[in-house]
């Protein structure tokens, strides 16, 4: 029996799908490790291919039927690795099945020839109308340089611009590209001339902004104050109250939704909830009555599941608790532009989350930027008492 549709609100800006968060690479800076200390391959170890650490495909493709179609808003599919998902072959066993665009995240682990052939003719799904590209590799200068022999830049832009061999669009042009290289601006990394004369003419490549603490010093704007350095550079010794909730749809490997990046990684980190899922499985997926006695004493929890005939968008809108104010992940607080172009066009800054009542100790105003516009987001008597 199909699962009711949900109804997506107008203002959501984003879908992201982690389809795996295992991965090929164990780069020393990965946004899934919370702490960012260089412990990815511990935190998400690839197991045996016995263990069930997610959806099958056919499950994943009655999740996805839930989800209305919308031309402007792809399911963007990330990981860990994505490509590697379902033995690498699980794209193309996915989205023949349902009629959305996607966006795909992955540092190209398999060769074009083998991904190409694996989407079993769904490249379409990757080549919406958009001002970058849907395929967005990720470059990784000491892991790829390991895995390729000391030529990872070389081989990476030579994969990319091979897809236009297999049906995509290929141009130093962005916005006339499936296809575009990335690399995050952290301090250690550097476009070099000779990177330079290998991609130019041939594939776009673009920096993103590096979102974290190297060394001590904070990168990155973000609306809320402390919210990804409160313990990371010793301001606080104890991470704060709050309240929060998403704008985005957050979905991990086995189908549950999160209400934040943080969550979704510390849940998942050193094995994931298999116990938790395969109790649900059990009973039929139905998180809305059982998740909370299964979730019951951990410290992070989902808030509810796809496969969940009772799970709806209206979910997503509850401001929940949070003890865990101060590790938010970077990409969850930092000002950004929403789909609708809110903070170019009118100055309105988005962030992946709303967080409100935070119980920020008075002794840290000093030490807050604007703390005038800071204050809406802390908890009333705590402004209040700081005002006495």
Known sequence: MALPLLQLPGTLNYIGLFLTLECNLNCSYCINDPEQMGRRSALFPIESKSARKSLTPAEWVAALQRIPFRQDLPVTLQGGEPMLYWGGKGLGLILPDVPHYFDLLTNFALKPDVFARNLNGQQAKFQRSAPYPSIRVSYHADEMNRAWKDRGFEELVERCEALKDYGFRVSPNKAESDVGIYMVEHPKNAVTPEMKAIYEGRVPFEGKEFLGVDEGELYGHYLYPFSTDLISRGIHPATLNCECRTTELLLDPMGFVWGCHYFLYEGWSHGGPQKE????????????????????????????????????????????????????????????????????????????????????????????????????????????????
């Open 277 to 388: 899922f395969a109790a649900l499985e059990a009973k039929k997926f139905r998180f809305a009555e059982h998740g909370a006695s299964l979730f019951a004493g951990h410290s992070v929890a989902p808030v509810g599941h796809l496969l969940d005939p009772e799970f709806s968008m209206a979910d997503l809108d509850l401001y929940r608790p949070c003890s865990h104010y101060g590790r938010c992940i970077g990409c969850d607080t930092k000002i950004k532009n929403d789909r609708f172009q809110s903070y170019y066009d009118r100055g309105v800054p988005h962030t992946s989350v709303n967080i409100r009542n935070i119980e920020m100790p008075s002794h840290l105003y000093g030490k807050i930027d604007n703390l005038e516009r800071a204050r809406q987001f802390f908890k009333p008597d705590v402004v209040d008492r700081e005002n006495q």
